[in-house]
C-alpha cells in the first residue's frame, strides 16, 4: 500500500508551508501566527488558494498576511527503477 503523500510527490506535488499572520478578534491591533502545511503544486497553489477563501468564511480573526515556501521533496533525477530486491542483514 503506498501512502497518499508519496504518491502526491510522485505527481510533482510538493511540501507547500504557508505562515499565516491574522488578527486576533477580541484585540484586533495584535496579531497571531499559524502555520498551514499541506502538498501542493506549484506555481499554481490550488489546495493553498482554497484556504484563504475557508478562512474567510469560516473563522473570524481577519488576515493580515500570509507567507509561502514550497519544495519538492523528490525530483525526477532522485527516483530510480531497481531491477530485484536487496536484503540487509
Excluded: C
Excluded at 17 to 26: Q, R, S, W
Excluded at 57 to 73: F, Q
Amino acid at each position: 500500500m503506498v501512502s497518499t503523500e508519496f504518491r502526491l510527490q510522485m505527481e510533482s506535488y510538493g511540501l507547500t508551508t504557508a505562515e499565516i499572520h491574522y488578527h486576533l478578534p477580541d484585540h484586533p491591533s495584535l496579531l497571531q501566527l499559524y502555520v498551514w502545511q499541506e502538498y501542493d503544486l506549484a506555481p499554481e497553489f490550488p489546495t493553498l488558494k482554497g484556504f484563504p477563501n475557508y478562512w474567510e468564511r469560516e473563522l473570524e480573526g481577519a488576515l493580515h498576511s500570509v507567507r509561502v515556501a514550497h519544495h519538492r521533496l523528490i525530483r525526477p533525477s532522485e527516483w530510480h527503477a531497481l531491477d530485484g530486491i536487496f536484503t540487509i542483514q
